[in-house]
C-alpha cells in the first residue's frame, strides 16, 4: 500500500514538472577511493622507508668494515678488529640479502 502511495506521488511530481529529487551521494564509491588514496600512500611511504633503512644500513656496514681492518691490520686492537670485520660481513648480509627478501614478503 505504501509502494502505491510512493509510485502515485512520484507521479504527481513528475506529471507537474518539479525537479527530481537530487540523488544522494554514493558513499561506497567515496569509501573506495579513499581508502584506495590511502593505499597507495602507505606504499610509497613503506617504500621510502625502506630505502632509506637500506642507505643507512651499507653506511653502517662500511663502516664496520673499514675501521675493523683498519684495527686489525695495524695491530692496535686485533682481536677487536676480527670481532668488527665478522660483524660488518654479517651486517652486509643481512642488510642486502636477507632484509629484502623478508619486505617482498
Known amino acids: 500500500m505504501i509502494e502505491a502511495i510512493a509510485r502515485a506521488a512520484a507521479a504527481r511530481v513528475h506529471a507537474l514538472g518539479v525537479l527530481d529529487v537530487p540523488q544522494p551521494p554514493n558513499f561506497a564509491s567515496i569509501l573506495q577511493q579513499l581508502a584506495q588514496q590511502f593505499t597507495s600512500f602507505m606504499t610509497s611511504l613503506l617504500t621510502t622507508i625502506d630505502s632509506t633503512i637500506v642507505i643507512i644500513a651499507r653506511l653502517a656496514y662500511v663502516t664496520v668494515l673499514l675501521l675493523g681492518i683498519l684495527l686489525y691490520f695495524t695491530h692496535a686492537e686485533r682481536r677487536l678488529g ?24
Not at 82 to 105: H, M, N, T
Open 82 to 105: 676480527k670481532d668488527l670485520i665478522k660483524g660488518g660481513i654479517i651486517l652486509a648480509v643481512l642488510s642486502e640479502f636477507v632484509f629484502p627478501l623478508i619486505s617482498r614478503i
